[in-house]
T-cell receptor
Framework: AQKVTQAQTEISVVEKEDVTLDCVYE???????LFWYKQPPSGELVFLIR??????QNEISGRYSWNFQKSTSSFNFTITASQVVDSAVYFC???????????FGTGTRLKVLA | DVKVTQSSRYLVKRTGEKVFLECVQD?????MFWYRQDPGLGLRLIYF???????EKGDIPEGYSVSREKKERFSLILESASTNQTSMYLC???????????????FGPGTRLTVL
């Protein structure tokens, strides 16, 4: 069965520091998707990225970057020069291709202090 | 932008009451979902609907039912609310297309339900 582990329950950093959120997954699927979502205090999960299992290229979007490594079953998320507005709970999720089901990690709460 | 709205942000009900949580999406998505979110457990799927009047049980359907009479609206029903159903409830929707049956899910703001 699929499993997603976010071992970091809570991280606190000072503004402008870089921070990496870890995501490790277990799957026997050959084709799958990995996701990151952000949940700010308002409660709504905001979609950040979807990565296909066949695409191991790293991705950068502004201050956000993602490192996908199938060899270690990891899909880590780095925020560069963190800001207070980055404070949120971040969820990693796995989806088997062709199914609707997401397996979510338990989330990492990021606190960015001014 | 995709918009998923939920009828209430906060709700307080008494044990044994029948509770309706409403969700509406405005992007003509085929798929809709209900999750509950609890600390330390992440999000768990309660029910999924892939079309009007069609539904499938998720991981934790016990004590819940759903209704989808219109494509844009998906209701979660607690037939007889209990204190262990106190939780955050999140609705989501996703489209079919681009070669995928299930694209990324878009979430509503959540309803925090307290059952006393």
């Amino acid at each position: 069965a699929q499993k997603v582990t976010q071992a970091q329950t809570e991280i606190s950093v000072v503004e402008k520091e870089d921070v990496t959120l870890d995501c490790v997954y277990e799957t026997r699927d050959t084709t799958y998707y990995l996701f990151w979502y952000k949940q700010p205090p308002s409660g709504e999960l905001v979609f950040l990225i979807r990565r296909n299992s066949f695409d191991e290229q790293n991705e950068i979007s502004g201050r956000y970057s993602w490192n996908f490594q199938k060899s270690t079953s990891s899909f880590n998320f780095t925020i560069t020069a963190s800001q207070v507005v980055d404070s949120a709970v971040y969820f990693c999720a796995h989806q088997t291709s062709g199914t609707y089901k997401y397996i979510f990690g338990t989330g990492t709460r990021l606190k960015v202090l001014a | 932008d995709v918009k998923v709205t939920q009828s209430s942000r906060y709700l307080v009900k008494r044990t044994g009451e029948k509770v309706f949580l409403e969700c509406v999406q405005d992007m003509d998505h085929e798929n809709m979902f209900w999750y509950r979110q609890d600390p330390g457990l992440g999000l768990r799927l309660i029910y999924f609907s892939y079309d009007v009047k069609m539904k499938e049980k998720g991981d934790i359907p016990e004590g819940y039912s759903v209704s989808r009479e219109k494509k844009e609206r998906f209701s979660l029903i607690l037939e007889s609310a209990s204190t262990n159903q106190t939780s955050m409830y999140l609705c989501a929707s996703s489209s079919v297309g681009g070669g995928a049956a299930y694209n990324e899910q878009f979430f509503g703001p959540g309803t925090r339900l307290t059952v006393l």
